[in-house]
């Protein structure tokens, strides 16, 4: 849907904080079925995604706790990776931006883009670190 150069530097920022891209569901599957925590971050193109998602999901790694996973799928352009990482987050609806919190496979905390749009990065980093305190 988007195209490749438009989305990299989009894509860049998590890499660069040391989220690994999944592109197809078999990665997504495998991922989640991993032990211990996982965060997934569903990326975006909106202004959301660039001014509250990622910097939030960003800066929650600096807590004491944190998750032993951290990947990313990117919305409108990955979409098998996309449409599978949802049927792990059930029975929340498609929401882009959006992160999960999966322990052993279990979601165990969903923020939806209701929770993330026009909300400051910390705020969105506070109540992922608050997630993190309780599930890692």
Do not use: W
Not at 32 to 50: E, I, K, Q, R, W
Not at 79 to 100: K, L
């Amino acid at each position: 849907m988007y195209p490749e150069e438009m989305v990299l530097p989009m894509r860049k920022e998590l890499a660069d904080a040391g989220f690994r891209e999944l592109y197809t569901a078999d990665e997504v599957n495998s991922a989640l079925a991993a032990p211990g925590t996982t965060l997934v971050v569903v990326n975006s193109v909106c202004g959301c995604a660039a001014r509250n998602a990622r910097p939030g999901a960003k800066h929650s790694l600096g807590a004491a706790k944190k998750p032993d996973q951290l990947v990313t799928v990117f919305a409108g352009v990955d979409r098998e990776a996309v449409d599978a990482a949802r049927q792990h987050m059930f029975p929340f609806p498609p929401s882009s931006p959006s992160i999960a919190l999966f322990k052993d496979g279990e979601l165990v905390h969903m923020l939806e883009r209701h929770h993330i749009e026009g909300r400051p990065a910390e705020m969105i980093a506070e109540n992922l670190q608050d997630a993190y305190t309780q599930f890692c």
